[in-house]
């Protein structure tokens, strides 16, 4: 069993919709984790850290299930300038390692 | 601005030839690291830097070195030894190793060979 999995997708939604992606980790003493969003041929970009209670930013919502081992991402009102491929990644305190998931590809259509 | 700048944006490498990709960063970050992605993969740690002088392996070493002489330098360099050279090198660096610090990415380098 992969450390990260993710759905690789494409998820195609209209402009306007809601959509979540899902990311399961199998190490229980992970500790921290985090959304990448990263556009074709560039670099991951920090999205945003997803903390124990949940976190929310503009349109983006991160939740963490600590109990199933999984962090989601739901992005509301998408926009085409969504359209990117959204990493999911996993470390644990105390360790030099961030495991990173292969990725989800959301497309946007207008 | 500050940030991670890594050099060059596109290179190619010969038969037999060692190449040296550049990372440089002003974030007054501890930790450094070297990722190696390729088509439809996640990334691969190739190597990181807690602190200067000092730097470790990751899973995919090989053919590879490194070296961490200042805080804001850590350049890669691609050894002959590496059948398979052609992926997208991406430097990274965080705060400090403790993994509940984001890394944060430079714009990568496209390395192919000739």
């Known amino acids: 069993r992969k450390e990260v999995e993710q759905d690789p997708g494409p998820f195609n939604v209209p402009e306007g919709a809601t959509v979540a992606f899902n990311c399961t980790y199998s190490n229980s003493a992970s500790q921290s984790f985090f959304w990448y969003r990263q556009d074709c041929r560039k670099e991951p970009k920090l999205l945003m850290s997803v903390y124990s209670s949940g976190n929310e930013d503009g349109r983006f919502t991160a939740q963490l299930n600590r109990a199933s081992q999984y962090i989601s991402l739901l992005i509301r009102d998408s926009k085409l300038s969504d359209s990117a491929t959204y990493l999911c990644v996993v470390s644990t305190s105390g360790t030099y390692k961030y495991i990173f998931g292969t990725g989800t590809r959301l497309k946007v259509l207008a | 601005d500050g940030g991670i700048t890594q050099s060059p944006k596109y290179l190619f490498r010969k038969e037999g030839q060692n190449v040296t990709l550049s990372c440089e960063q002003n974030?007054?970050?501890?930790?450094m690291y070297w990722y190696r992605q390729d088509p439809g993969q996640g990334l691969r740690l190739i190597y990181y830097?807690?602190?200067?002088?000092?730097?470790q392996k990751g899973d995919i070493a090989e053919g590879y070195s490194v070296s961490r002489e200042k805080k804001e330098s850590f350049p890669l360099t691609v050894t002959s030894a590496q059948k398979n050279p052609t992926a997208f090198y991406l430097c990274a660096s965080s705060i400090t190793t403790g993994g509940n610090q984001p890394q944060h990415f430079g714009d990568g380098t496209r390395l192919s060979i000739l």
């Open positions: 974030l007054n970050h501890d930790a």
């Open positions: 830097s807690q602190i200067v002088n000092d730097f």
